[in-house]
């Protein structure tokens, strides 16, 4: 058995009032193990936010958030930094313009890791470059009784690159298996 000491830390708040949900949480880790020759430790502090929305029967939007950072260090060896940053948005219309049938979706994804490069302007050691991502999203969807049109359209940022893409689709729904 390794002698260790750990402490953990979370305050958490949670609300839900007239179709809106609310969940907050921050936490913080921190462990050490004590051996002469090989002694570890490490710390996690992290920060989720989580929250939806009901606007009215066919609208309604939800957003997440969670943001950490962690500490590393093993004896004899230089301490590792690492931040991260995920977030989500995203919007539903179950009834555009009140068309019956036609459906908007708009979701916003944001993922960063690595970000103790950025926060620290240290180009040469940025490990996670290709890790930060964001993407949105968005869809139009028809539906006739069984048949489902859509129009998805995507904006996409990876590393230091951009892309889009557009999709058309037609499909028929079998009773809930597409």
Same mark, same amino acid.
């Given at each position: @058995? ?6 953990? *830390? ?13 969940? @907050?949480?921050?936490? =913080? ?13 490490? #710390? *996690?502090? @992290?920060? #989720?936010?989580?929250?939806?929305? #009901? +606007? ?5 939007? %939800?957003?997440?958030?969670?943001? #950490? ?6 004896? &004899? ?18 009834? *555009?313009?009140? =068309? ?13 890791? &690595?970000?103790?490069?950025? =926060? ?32 998805? &359209? ?8 951009? &892309? ?5 689709? +037609?499909? %028929? ?6």
């Amino acid at each position: @058995m390794v002698p260790n000491l750990n402490h953990d *830390l979370s305050l958490t708040y949670s609300a839900a009032r007239q179709g809106t949900t609310t969940y @907050m949480r921050f936490s =913080i880790n921190d462990r050490r193990e004590f051996v002469a020759e090989d002694a570890k430790e490490s #710390q *996690l502090a @992290m920060f #989720q936010l989580n929250r939806q929305s #009901q +606007i009215d029967s066919r609208r309604n939007w %939800r957003a997440a958030l969670t943001a #950490q950072a962690s500490h590393q260090r093993v004896r &004899g060896e230089e301490p590792d930094l690492t931040a991260s940053v995920t977030g989500h948005v995203g919007y539903v219309d179950g009834r *555009l313009f009140n =068309i019956s049938g036609l459906r908007f979706l708009s979701d916003l994804e944001l993922n960063a890791v &690595g970000l103790e490069d950025v =926060i620290e302007n240290d180009r040469d050691r940025n490990r996670f470059e290709e890790e930060r991502r964001a993407e949105w999203k968005n869809k139009l969807e028809y539906r006739i009784g069984k048949i489902i049109t859509s129009v998805e &359209g995507n904006l996409f940022y990876v590393g230091d690159e951009y &892309g889009n893409s557009v999709f058309f689709r +037609i499909r %028929r729904d079998f009773d809930g298996v597409f």
